[in-house]
């Protein structure tokens, strides 16, 4: 049971470039995010995945679209990398019960140049 | 809208009480929680307060709620090297749909 799994762990892009930060858990969670860690700001809520085959945006969606694949896997795209897209972001599930807290993966640290 | 504070950082000696606080503003969060953040990783939940009790005690954690002035700390006793760690408070307001809303995070160094 690895529980919440991110990749990669790190990445430097330079600006205009595309990529895709991939989340999985096993965890039979129905509910998955993604979150943004800045210095000072705590983690901001980009988008996130009610259930399989929803999306909705979060906080700060601008500059990502996400997929979520099937019930494990939750992806997020950066089409066009811009520097203020510096940043560790991070995935995490939830399983929808009373109490049920939020299990986070290790994090992708992403540097835009 | 919702909105968490945090202090951003606290330093305290080994061997002594850290005390972490935390104000938020909505009220309707049935549950309000502490996260750990350690160097290089992802968020663990440490401990949380059911929205209708004052205090709960977890070994060297205790948690205080005073929801008259939307009020949440977080005390460790005999602080140690290895609490230092970011600390998160959150909440899931009523009306946001599960979502959890974090404060900045209190980043604790603990100073042998």
């Known amino acids: ?113 | 809208g919702e909105d968490v504070e945090q202090s951003l950082f606290l330093s305290v000696r080994e061997g002594d009480s850290s005390v972490i606080n935390c104000t938020y503003t909505d009220s309707s969060s049935t549950y309000l929680y502490w996260y750990k953040q350690e160097p290089g990783a992802g968020l663990q939940l440490l401990t949380y307060i059911f929205s209708n009790m004052d205090m709960k005690q977890d070994q060297r954690l205790t948690v205080l709620l005073n929801k008259k002035d939307k009020h949440l700390s977080l005390r460790i006793a005999d602080t140690q090297t290895g609490d230092s760690a970011i600390y998160f408070c959150a909440e899931i307001p009523y009306n946001q749909g599960g979502k959890l809303i974090f404060g900045q995070g209190t980043e604790l160094s603990v100073k042998p």
């Open chain 1, 1 to 113: 049971n690895a529980g919440v799994t991110q990749t990669p762990k790190f990445q430097v892009l330079k600006t205009g470039q595309s990529m895709t930060l991939q989340c999985a858990q096993d965890m039979n969670h129905n509910s998955m995010y993604w979150y943004r860690q800045d210095p000072g700001m705590g983690l901001r809520l980009i988008y996130y995945s009610a259930s399989e085959g929803t999306t909705d945006k979060g906080e700060v969606p601008n500059g990502y679209n996400v997929s979520r694949l099937n019930k494990r896997e939750f992806s997020l795209r950066l089409e066009s990398a811009a520097p203020s897209q510096t940043s560790v972001y991070f995935c995490a599930s939830e399983g929808g019960r009373e109490l049920e807290t939020q299990y986070f993966g290790p994090g992708t640290r992403l540097l835009v140049l």
